[in-house]
């Protein structure tokens, strides 16, 4: 058996790690969250040399302070796990800022690979970087990659499994920071040592460094651990604090960070790096978004985009949409001719067929639907999205990332409700996700297009796209008014600022947006498949239970045998009598089932909007998914047709159905944008917002 070993990837955001993570484990991955945080788990496999590499994917971030979920997560991982050797994956384009991280690194002592990434982007801005002095003045292996294009990962991945194969204590760099915090260091590290103070869970001089950056997570360990040794060490921090402030007018978390840059550009300097152009140069990415964000141009090209991105998604998946009801309605028909009529046969058909066929019917769209939303975001272009949106988001107390979270629920036309709200990971404060995840599923979802479609076709059917626009800029409307209540007052707080780095524009590579594709789908057919299948189940139980009293029964019994028996009527007119006598049961079972008594009893309060019964037990099974409210409608006026016996379209039949207007189903289609989400959505809120 082979040997196995823990690897961690590290880097920046948009420093191409994800992209490295899919070419060196494919299809071997397994996704989920660590412990009792939403932030996602990526885990791969890689064999290599006999070695077996469990490599693990960390979050994106800037340095390892305990500023954010995805630092700490990325924190307790590397001090806890302790794996064997961490990748840490380097923008070649953008070197001194992302090896900011790398020094955090050497400060924890993990042995550490560079994988130098991007390097054909370097070599486009002209930008020459010697990899093997690098690797001698930092004393690491450093190997030059190009992720999307997987030069240099094989190589990358043979030096990383000689280095996890070799035992090494792990070694924290001694960085210098001046000689004020080079001699406060030294001391406190040597009471650390003494007291044996969190040594089992960190190296002395680590502790004593985030002591020094008022580090938060320290801040609590150290109480807990000895609380007289954390005070004095804290009242040896707030000694030098006033002596830096007094003398530099910094704090010692500055002085620290400027001499790690210090260190980054005097490594730099010693002919690892030079430029053949004007360091001051546009690049293309640049000049691209000198047009992409402009103040007035950028918007208009944005909705485009996006406009696109949904003509793209909805165009290519009606008909692989229709090949998927299309097998469904041969699944039924075949049940309906092998099987005797009664409970089971209605189960399978009514509850599970038509659950199953309900929802694996729209993973075409939502297959096309993540894949350009995966193309949008691996290109780099909607970054620029929501450095556009956020000064309009800022006036509603939401954040730049909130934008995302919006469109993908279905901010312009389709989308889904579950990833948008899962989007909102993104955001570092408590307070903008929640206003954030508690408004994103107001925005037009997929499910909710079929209602919108039905109702505005069959009431307002000059003026489509007229009304459509108009409901999509209500949903927007409502979702910021919302969010900005929120803020005002629940949800209090100060904004927190919105930075964020402009990725250069990347063409994203078939087998990152496959796996991408891939993923998220399953993860919609996973869970929205099964719960909404239960939801199915539990809707046809609830319209065809309690069945009709035995004295009721008995009434129609006898209704069908005096018509058989009659001589007067000729044997077309006898057979409609009949099944208008079917047509009158059907609908007694539905007003006697449960459904139908929530329905009636719904009434006295839906009147006041025009809902009869019938509309308000689709509204009941509409809370398990919209999609089930025209499903429901349909059901519910065939089990018995008042206005006559001729069929048609659904829309056909309200149209001819009392009580439904221009104006009812004008109600019913703001009723359905912003009452209950899907029952998936709940609880995925409930979920994301802990």
């Known amino acids: 058996m082979s040997a196995e070993f823990k690897i961690a990837l590290a880097g920046n955001p948009n420093a191409g790690k994800t992209t490295l993570f899919n070419a060196i484990t494919g299809a071997r991955q397994h996704v989920g969250n660590y412990p009792g945080v939403t932030v996602e788990k990526k885990e791969g496999i890689y064999e290599c040399d006999g070695k077996r590499l469990k490599i693990v994917d960390l979050p994106g971030t800037y340095s390892l302070a305990a500023y954010s979920v995805e630092e700490i997560v990325a924190r307790n991982f590397l001090l806890q796990e302790r794996p064997r050797v961490v990748i840490n994956i380097v923008d070649a384009a953008n070197?001194?800022?992302?090896?900011?991280?790398?020094?955090?690194?050497?400060?924890?002592?993990?042995?550490?690979?560079?994988?130098?990434?991007?390097?054909?982007?370097?070599?486009?801005?002209?930008?020459?970087?010697?990899?093997?002095?690098?690797?001698?003045?930092?004393?690491?292996p450093v190997v030059p990659i190009v992720a999307r294009k997987g030069e240099g990962v094989d190589e990358l991945m043979r030096q990383t499994a000689q280095l996890a194969a070799?035992?090494?204590?792990?070694?924290?760099?001694?960085?210098?920071?001046?000689?004020?915090?080079?001699?406060?260091?030294?001391?406190?590290?040597?009471?650390?040592?003494?007291?044996?103070?969190?040594?089992d869970l960190y190296h002395p001089r680590w502790t004593?460094?985030?002591?020094?950056?008022?580090?938060?997570?320290?801040?609590?360990?150290?109480?807990?651990?000895?609380?007289?040794?954390?005070?004095?060490?804290?009242?040896?921090?707030?000694?030098?604090?006033?002596?830096?402030?007094?003398?530099?007018?910094?704090?010692?978390?500055?002085?620290?960070?400027?001499?790690?840059?210090?260190?980054?550009?005097?490594?730099?300097?010693?002919?690892?790096?030079?430029h053949q152009y004007d360091i001051n140069r546009l690049y293309t990415s640049d000049k691209i978004d000198k047009?992409?964000?402009?103040?007035?141009?950028?918007?208009?090209?944005?909705?485009?985009?996006?406009?696109?991105?949904?003509?793209?998604?909805?165009?290519?998946?009606?008909?692989p949409m229709a090949w998927v009801t299309d097998f469904f309605d041969l699944m039924a028909r075949g049940v309906n001719h092998l099987m005797a009529d009664g409970p089971l046969k209605s189960l399978l058909i009514s509850g599970i067929i038509a659950g199953v066929g309900g929802v694996l019917s729209f993973v075409p769209l939502?297959?096309?639907?993540?894949?350009?939303?995966?193309?949008?975001?691996?290109?780099?272009?909607?970054?620029?999205?929501?450095?556009?949106?956020?000064r309009i988001f800022?006036?509603?107390?939401?954040?730049?990332?909130?934008?995302?979270?919006?469109?993908?629920?279905?901010?312009?036309?389709?989308?889904c409700a579950v990833p948008g709200v899962m989007a909102t990971r993104t955001l570092r404060s408590p307070r903008e996700r929640m206003a954030t995840l508690l408004t994103a599923p107001f925005m037009n979802c997929g499910a909710k297009l079929p209602i919108l479609a039905l109702l505005i076709g069959t009431f307002f059917a000059k003026y489509q796209a007229g009304f459509m626009l108009f409901l999509t800029l209500l949903a927007w409307v409502t979702a910021l008014l919302t969010a900005k209540f929120l803020r005002l007052t629940i949800l209090k707080g100060e904004s927190t600022p919105f930075i964020m780095e402009m990725p250069p524009y990347r063409f994203p590579t078939f087998k990152g947006l496959m796996i991408h594709t891939w993923e998220k789908t399953w993860h919609y057919i996973q869970k929205a498949g099964t719960v909404i299948l239960g939801i199915s189940i539990l809707m046809w139980v609830i319209m065809s239970y309690p069945a009709l009293p035995a004295h009721q029964r008995q009434a129609l019994n006898q209704e069908r045998q005096e018509i058989i028996n009659s001589t007067s009527a000729g044997s077309t007119h006898r057979q409609e009598m009949l099944s208008g006598i079917d047509r009158k049961e059907a609908e007694l079972k539905l007003k006697n089932s449960?459904?139908?008594?929530?329905?009636?009893?719904?009434?006295?309060?839906?009147?006041?909007?025009?809902?009869?019964?019938?509309?308000?037990?689709?509204?009941?099974?509409?809370?398990?998914?919209?999609?089930?409210?025209?499903?429901?409608?349909?059901?519910?006026?065939?089990?018995?047709?008042?206005?006559?016996?001729?069929?048609?379209?659904?829309?056909?039949?309200?149209?001819?159905?009392?009580?439904?207007?221009?104006?009812?189903?004008?109600?019913l289609i703001v009723f359905v944008m912003f009452y209950s989400p899907c029952f998936i959505t709940v609880v995925c809120i409930s979920k994301e917002a802990g």
């Not at 449960?594 to 037990?617: C, D, K, M, P, Q």
């Open 95 to 140: 070197l001194e800022r992302n090896l900011y991280l790398s020094t955090q690194l050497f400060e924890i002592g993990v042995p550490v690979i560079i994988a130098l990434n991007m390097m054909d982007v370097a070599k486009e801005r002209g930008i020459a970087i010697d990899c093997r002095k690098l690797s001698d003045l930092l004393s690491l």
């Open 166 to 199: 070799q035992e090494r204590e792990w070694r924290p760099a001694n960085i210098s920071y001046g000689e004020d915090m080079d001699e406060i260091l030294l001391t406190m590290e040597e009471k650390i040592k003494a007291a044996s103070f969190l040594t």
């Open 208 to 274: 004593a460094l985030k002591l020094l950056e008022a580090d938060s997570q320290l801040r609590e360990a150290g109480i807990r651990a000895n609380k007289k040794l954390y005070e004095e060490l804290a009242g040896k921090v707030k000694k030098i604090s006033r002596h830096t402030m007094r003398t530099l007018e910094t704090t010692p978390e500055a002085i620290i960070a400027d001499y790690r840059y210090g260190y980054i550009k005097s490594i730099l300097m010693q002919g690892v790096i030079s």
């Open 291 to 319: 047009i992409l964000t402009q103040r007035f141009i950028g918007p208009l090209i944005m909705i485009g985009v996006l406009f696109g991105l949904y003509q793209f998604t909805f165009g290519l998946s009606a008909l």
């Open 366 to 390: 939502i297959m096309l639907m993540f894949m350009g939303l995966a193309f949008l975001e691996d290109s780099g272009y909607l970054a620029r999205v929501a450095f556009m949106l956020d």
């Open 394 to 415: 800022r006036i509603f107390g939401l954040h730049g990332n909130s934008v995302m979270a919006y469109i993908v629920s279905g901010g312009i036309a389709g989308g």
């Open 594 to 667: 449960v459904a139908g008594y929530l329905g009636r009893g719904l009434e006295h309060v839906s009147w006041l909007a025009g809902f009869n019964w019938r509309t308000n037990i689709a509204l009941i099974g509409g809370v398990a998914a919209k999609e089930v409210i025209v499903s429901t409608l349909a059901t519910a006026y065939s089990m018995g047709d008042k206005v006559g016996s001729d069929k048609g379209s659904l829309a056909q039949t309200l149209t001819r159905s009392p009580g439904w207007t221009p104006v009812v189903s004008l109600s």
